[in-house]
């Protein structure tokens, strides 16, 4: 089973406009976090925001939200006043456990296309 | 100067060859990783080092080979690589803290490889 499910392969939205991106996860941990990451074409992975399971608020960074449910297992992406740069693909990735330094467990990931 | 830099940025090789890629990190991180992500697929952990010690390796077949000389430099040793191989390289570091904290990981931009 995947651990991390990201159902849109690919979303479009105007410059100025809010838009979701959704994620969800699978574990039997009580302890994980969750994490966005966005690879601009150039390949590079820009870490965006994270969420800790036992952390109550969801995460703010700017123009990034995270919309953590967790009876729900999920934790989407709210990216508010949508910029042209912000065109990429956008990567829900999980850790789990309270071990420190383990690997990132990515979703395939979301293309988003922001137009004029 | 970019917090982790990864060189070659693009890399051809034939199948008998011997490269490496190289990962430099300037955020006085004491952990380092390899990922690998290839066409359609998410990116998949190769190899993990905390505090210079290699931690995991993920079952990576021994064509590749990881070196991680001191906590800034890692390098990924290639040799009788197959077309399959072919992928983006991405190198990441942290700072590993304490059970339950949960490190961020960044990424540098990759080495796009190429297997002929």
């Known amino acids: 089973a995947q651990k991390i499910t990201q159902t849109q392969p690919g979303m479009f939205v105007q410059e100025k406009e809010a838009v979701t991106l959704d994620c969800t996860y699978d574990?039997?941990?009580?302890?994980?976090?969750l994490f966005w990451y966005k690879q601009p074409s150039s390949g590079e992975m820009i870490f965006l925001i994270y969420q800790g399971s036992y952390d109550e608020q969801n995460a703010t960074e700017g123009r990034y939200s995270l919309n953590f449910q967790k009876a729900r297992k999920s934790a989407n992406l709210v990216i508010s006043a949508s910029q042209l740069g912000d065109s990429a693909m956008y990567f829900c990735a999980m850790r789990e456990g309270g071990q420190a330094g383990t690997a990132l467990i990515f979703g395939k990931g979301t293309t988003l296309s922001v137009s004029s | 100067e970019t917090g982790v830099t990864q060189t070659p940025r693009h890399l051809v090789m034939g199948m008998t060859n011997k490269k490496s890629l190289k990962c430099e990190q300037h955020?006085?991180?004491?952990?380092m990783y390899w990922y690998k992500q290839s066409a359609k697929k998410p990116l998949e952990l190769m190899f993990v080092y905390s505090l210079e010690e290699r931690v995991e390796n993920n079952s990576v077949p021994s064509r590749f080979s990881p070196e991680c000389p001191n906590s800034s430099h890692l390098f990924l040793h290639l040799h009788t690589l197959q077309p399959e191989d072919s992928a983006l390289y991405l190198c990441?570091?942290?700072?590993?803290?304490?059970?339950?904290?949960?490190?961020?990981?960044?990424f540098g931009a990759g080495t796009r490889l190429s297997v002929l």
């Open positions: 955020l006085g991180h004491n952990a």
């Open positions: 990441a570091s942290s700072q590993v803290l304490g059970a339950g904290e949960w490190d961020i990981q960044y």
């Open positions: 574990t039997s941990d009580q302890s994980y976090g």
